[in-house]
């Protein structure tokens, strides 16, 4: 039975929508312009590998681990609350960030920032999902809170770029500051509040296994990627797996458990997750290659790089705004499943890509895989917050960024030891130029670097191939099971 309320948004819910947009915005920003700023800030602070590494990762390590806990606690205490709470400690951090005196101060200021930015993931989509009652509207509303976050994930080596070309490396992280302030100001104003009355407290013991489970998995899957099968990410995704089986046990016996795994019995719920899975898991693979060849193939900078995947994130932005305009025309799975089947042929021109002569060939079929895969990222989410009641919406929506964090980081890992794999059956050089692109590159000898670069690309034809055929299966799998019952909303 359809029990959605018709009443439509004003002007406050998108002035509010705004708001929400921004700091969605910069946390996706946050997770890609360090990068280019990694070389500034190891001649300031001389950090070692082992906490350069740190530097880098820990911020998506604990954004990863905290998302479905805060998403859970936000139902309990109100996300409006914890929305601002986030805010506060996000900025405060970002300070400590940008003014780091040593390596561990920065650690430490990067773990709070992950711990914050997963506060404000939940929150901003589940207060959404509360502001924007009329389906039609939230569909729009959803659309410009994914095109905001995939966008800056695109242009945060742009930005960060830009910025360090006239500023200190902590610049980057001073973007946040004057966003958090304009959300702590606004938020009371213009957000509503809401929390799930009767959600109980938060168990502890939970949450405890679930960052058991999950911070091993990432760790594993990261490691798996960079350095290839070895007895520590092995232990690690083992160890994880272990932890998540007695956290789903838990789950399934206390009276008020942290993530309500009767959600899945919803075959839309499940199946939008499972197709945003894969959607993140092909696009963070192919993705990985495709900087890889800008830089090392192609010889660009990570300036230049980032410059030349702007047209990436206009068409992710032009799919996702289109894709609620199409559904209200055809059904959302056909319009998922055809945005799938575009994006499988962008991956597909990949193949047609020459070593060191498929700039502009390459820049096209990422642009249009991505704006084949922006409806999925909106129809998939507005079909997982559409499949529980509200106040089950931080949940549902955390679950739904969680599924992304991992595919991302699936994704680099099977993908990444593929392309490796191809590389290595492809030549026959000496060192470190035998076993990367890389290697190759720092060895400096043209005929090497030839030999190298055709070797990558082949790998680069391989994982699109692969993963060209992955999304035309789930995009037939998603037009399939979807259609089998109209569309569920929220109770």
Not at 236 to 254: E, P, S
Not at 364 to 388: R, Y
């Amino acid at each position: 039975m359809n029990t959605e309320t018709t009443t439509r948004a004003g002007r406050r819910e998108w002035v509010g929508l705004a708001v929400l947009a921004l700091p969605t915005l910069l946390l996706s920003l946050d997770m890609s312009v360090l990068h280019l700023a990694v070389p500034h800030l190891a001649a300031d602070l001389h950090p070692s590998g082992s906490q350069l590494l740190w530097i880098i990762d820990i911020y998506g390590f604990l954004i990863a681990g905290f998302l479905v806990t805060m998403g859970t606690l936000g139902d309990r205490i109100g996300r409006r609350k914890l929305l601002m709470a986030g805010g506060a400690a996000f900025g405060l951090a970002s300070i400590a960030a940008a003014f780091a005196t040593s390596p561990e101060m920065l650690i430490a200021a990067r773990a709070v920032l992950g711990i914050a930015g997963a506060t404000l993931m939940p929150s901003t989509l589940a207060l959404i999902s509360n502001m924007f009652q009329d389906a039609r509207q939230r569909g729009t509303a959803i659309a410009v809170w994914m095109s905001c976050f995939m966008g800056g994930m695109v242009i945060g080596p742009v930005v960060g770029g830009a910025l360090l070309e006239v500023a200190h490396w902590g610049a980057v992280f001073l973007l946040a500051v004057p966003v958090m302030v304009l959300l702590l100001v606004t938020a009371p104003k213009l957000l509503p509040e809401y929390r799930d009355e009767h959600a109980g407290r938060l168990d502890l013991v939970s949450v405890a296994l679930w960052l058991g489970a999950v911070l091993p998995i990432v760790f594993g899957l990261k490691e798996l990627a960079k350095d290839g099968p070895g007895a520590v990410n092995l232990a690690a995704l083992v160890a994880g797996a272990v932890v998540g089986v007695v956290f789903v046990r838990r789950q399934r016996v206390i009276e008020h458990p942290m993530l309500d795994l009767s959600l899945f019995r919803d075959q839309k719920f499940a199946a939008a997750l499972g197709i945003m899975l894969v959607g993140a898991l092909t696009m963070g693979g192919v993705f990985l290659l495709v900087n890889q060849y800008l830089q090392l193939v192609e010889g660009l900078s990570s300036g230049e790089a980032g410059f030349a995947l702007v047209p990436q994130a206009v068409a992710v932005v032009a799919g996702s705004m289109l894709a609620p305009r199409l559904a209200k025309r055809f059904r959302p799975e056909f319009v998922l499943g055809f945005g799938m089947l575009v994006a499988a042929g962008g991956m597909l021109l990949f193949t047609l890509i020459d070593a060191g002569q498929g700039l502009l060939l390459l820049v096209l079929g990422i642009s249009v895989a991505a704006f084949g895969m922006g409806p999925q990222g909106v129809l998939c989410t507005e079909m997982v917050i559409n499949s529980v009641p509200p106040r089950k919406a931080g949940a549902a929506s955390a679950m739904s960024e969680t599924t992304g964090e991992f595919g991302i980081a699936m994704g680099i890992a099977l993908f990444g030891s593929i392309g490796t794999a191809v590389y290595r059956s492809e030549v026959d050089l000496p060192g470190q130029a035998g076993e990367s692109l890389a290697g190759a590159v720092a060895l400096g000898e043209n005929s090497v670097l030839a030999a190298a670069r055709e070797a990558f690309t082949s790998g680069l034809h391989t994982v699109a191939t692969i993963g060209a055929l992955i999304v035309v299966a789930f995009a037939v799998i998603g037009m399939t099971v979807l259609r089998k019952k109209p569309e569920l909303v929220a109770a």
